[in-house]
């Protein structure tokens, strides 16, 4: 059997689908239909996937013309993860005997299979929709241990060597970045003081700040409230399989609501996140390493919204400094990374 999956467009869904993909992949020859920067993400999860890469920035009619040179592989059946209109049209692009997906408003012109979602679906977390896409073709055997791509020594070393940290030195990453939107940013100057805690208790520790290029203004607002080249400013220096690299012998994360969150969960890496807008009971990492500190100052949490409704931030202002670093200091003591 040959199973097609259109993949899904963020770092951290990514990451959450993958129990449904290598249930997928232990039983069938498994296909991913991905936009290029994530082909490393499926590259670090350790299976066994055949990656096309579709540049999804050039146009819909230029997207539709690259996905349907996969007609070629004769594919059994595509399952659609994501629930857009514009991933079913190309899911029926790819020539597939069959196509499955989840029920929306105008998919049923492009699925074979509509599947209707469970009612309480916001109560289920979404690893577990990827899955019941995969029941769908008859797999009901799911893991949700993860068996990553392991690093060599020298890579770890260079890598290390890149970001301008002691590859032999323990170190603590902070990521203080969310693409999502505001409202899911703790405030920098907690990041700061939270930084401030680990070096007065544990100063043997480096402290690297990692984010997108594009949230420096972020990583430069916590290194004002620090003293000078007392952390090891990242930001923009790390592919993703270098990131993961770090994170695979990181003591510990600390970050918002994030791709870099989820990316953790593949080793295990002791996770401590504030969480303000973020319903975890849907999102949250798949790491058994991972504590997230939620405060209980906002009536509306979670409100899932890119920005603060209220205009007050409460959740996220709410949540101390002393609270995370409490908890991060806890998780350490029954944990550590692969």
């Known amino acids: 059997m040959k199973i097609l999956i259109i993949g899904l467009n963020w770092l951290g869904d990514v990451i959450m689908s993958l129990p449904a993909i290598a249930a997928v992949s232990k039983k069938a020859e498994t296909h991913i239909v991905t936009r290029p920067h994530l082909k490393e993400v499926y590259d ?16 819909l009619f230029k997207t539709i013309k690259e996905t349907r040179k996969l007609r070629v592989l ?3 059946c595509v399952l659609v993860f994501p629930d857009s209109l514009r991933a079913a049209m190309l899911s ?16 049923n012109i492009f699925l074979d299979n509509n599947v209707v ?6 109560e289920i977390h979404e690893s577990k929709l990827y899955c019941g896409l995969a029941k769908e073709i008859g797999i009901t055997d799911f893991d949700y ?10 890579f770890f070393e260079k890598t290390c060597e890149k970001v301008g940290i002691l590859p032999q030195k323990p170190y603590v990453i902070i990521a203080p970045g969310a693409a999502f939107g505001a409202a899911k940013r703790w405030q920098p100057e907690k990041f700061a003081e939270v930084a401030r805690l680990i070096q007065k208790h544990e100063p043997e520790k480096q402290i690297i700040i990692t984010a997108g290029k594009n949230e420096e203004a972020i990583a430069d607002e916590i290194s004002k409230h620090l003293p000078e080249n007392s952390i090891v400013n990242a930001v923009g220096k790390t592919s993703i399989t270098e990131l993961g690299c770090l994170l695979s012998q990181c003591s510990l994360l600390l970050a918002n609501d994030s791709g870099t969150m989820h990316l953790a969960a593949l080793y295990k890496t ?19 390493n991972f504590r997230p500190v939620i405060s209980d100052a906002c009536e509306k949490i979670p409100c899932r919204q890119r920005v603060c409704p209220l205009k007050t931030h409460t959740c996220m202002q709410s ?13 350490r003591k029954i944990s550590k990374p692969l």
Request: hydrophobic share 30%.
């Open 74 to 76: 004769n594919a059994d």
């Open 92 to 107: 029926k692009m790819c020539g597939a005997k069959h196509t499955i997906g989840y029920k929306s408003q105008f998919r």
């Open 319 to 331: 949540i101390s400094a002393s609270d995370v670093y409490k908890v991060s200091a806890e998780l």
């Open 44 to 59: 670090l999860s350790g299976l066994s996937l055949h990656i096309h890469c579709v540049q999804s920035k050039k146009g």
């Open 270 to 288: 002791p996770t401590v996140v504030p969480v303000g807008p973020t319903d975890m009971t849907r999102t949250g990492a798949l790491n058994i």
């Open 145 to 154: 241990t993860f068996n990553p791509t392991k690093f060599e020594k020298d």
């Open 117 to 122: 979602k469970p009612e309480n679906y916001k």
